[in-house]
């Protein structure tokens, strides 16, 4: 049976609790503010107004994967990177990444399941091997995903990927399926996870902020191209390693983004958000992603 965004939400409260004002998920995280700038690549690929070489201003968002705002930097966890461009015809459109490279479910239904699996407590000795049985191919996403979990020593230093495709139109209507990997310039040594016990309950936030003050952190934005028979529509699936990358441009993140989620402020970062030369694929997670947050916003802008 389809699950309804409102379904989603409060299977997410339950397990991380009803937080007012809080997203259900990556409830705690950063804003930041930068640019965006295409490569020449990227224009040969779309036709995309935001992939033809011009610098946009945009808004980042680095997170922690938990619905819990309190929930330690420490604590195994996906993180998230979140990007929204901003075009001079005042339209936007929306990249989000996150730490793992595959979803675990191929449907919105199977993730509320495993969401709630995790978090059962003692309970989740039998409800997680009943959901592996249900959702076998989750038994080979799972060990993938599970080193991408442990507490990085900075946001600045992971690898995001975006686990959607999306087609991607040229100027000659020529069409392509791609994903996308956004890739850290900055280099550094993986921390232990006592190590990051030891760094305290808010250190990625701390340190992200810190390194904002000595210059920008850049990341290079990559396109995985897929070629006719990998599957576009299923967010748990990899596609073949030698599949054709290119790099189609460059974020440089310059400092904290102060005015924006204040007030009645409300930033929704959201895959689905996308212009011409750009569209959506039938990937069911992504087609369900703008109405749970419809439903999430909903709730944090309630009185």
Not at 95 to 112: D, G, L, N, Q, Y
């Amino acid at each position: 049976m389809a699950i309804t965004p409102a379904q989603a939400i409060d299977s997410a409260n339950e397990v991380f609790g009803r937080h007012a004002g809080h997203r259900a998920l990556h409830a705690k995280g950063v804003l930041c503010k930068g640019t965006f700038t295409a490569s020449p690549q990227a224009s040969e690929l779309t036709r995309a107004a935001h992939m033809q070489g011009d610098e946009l201003p945009a808004t980042f968002r680095f997170s922690n994967g938990s619905g819990n705002p309190n929930h330690p930097d420490y604590a195994p966890d996906p993180r998230g990177l979140a990007v929204k461009m901003y075009l001079p015809d005042g339209s936007r459109t929306d990249i989000v990444a996150v730490s793992s490279p595959r979803f675990p479910t191929r449907t919105p239904e199977a993730f509320i399941e495993l969401v709630k699996a995790q978090g059962a407590g003692p309970a989740a000795a039998w409800k997680l091997p009943l959901f592996l049985a249900r959702h076998p191919e989750a038994i080979a996403v799972l060990p993938v995903v599970a080193p991408t979990l442990l507490p990085p020593a900075s946001y600045a230093l992971i690898r995001y990927f975006g686990i959607h495709a999306f087609k991607w139109t040229d100027a000659h209507r020529a069409e392509r399926y791609v994903r996308y990997t956004l890739l850290p310039e900055a280099k550094g040594a993986k921390i232990k996870p006592w190590e990051a016990r030891r760094r305290g309950a808010d250190y990625l936030q701390q340190e992200i902020r810190e390194r904002l003050l000595g210059g920008p952190v850049r990341f290079g934005l990559e396109v995985q191209i897929a070629t006719p028979g990998d599957p576009v529509d299923d967010p748990s699936a990899a596609w073949p390693k030698g599949r054709r990358r290119v790099r189609v441009g460059a974020f440089e993140i310059t400092g904290l983004e102060t005015e924006r989620e204040t007030g009645g402020d409300v930033l929704v970062f959201d895959p689905g958000r996308v212009i011409d030369g750009i569209d959506c694929s039938e990937d069911p997670v992504l087609r369900f992603r703008p109405r749970a947050y419809s439903e999430s916003v909903a709730r944090r802008t309630a009185g």
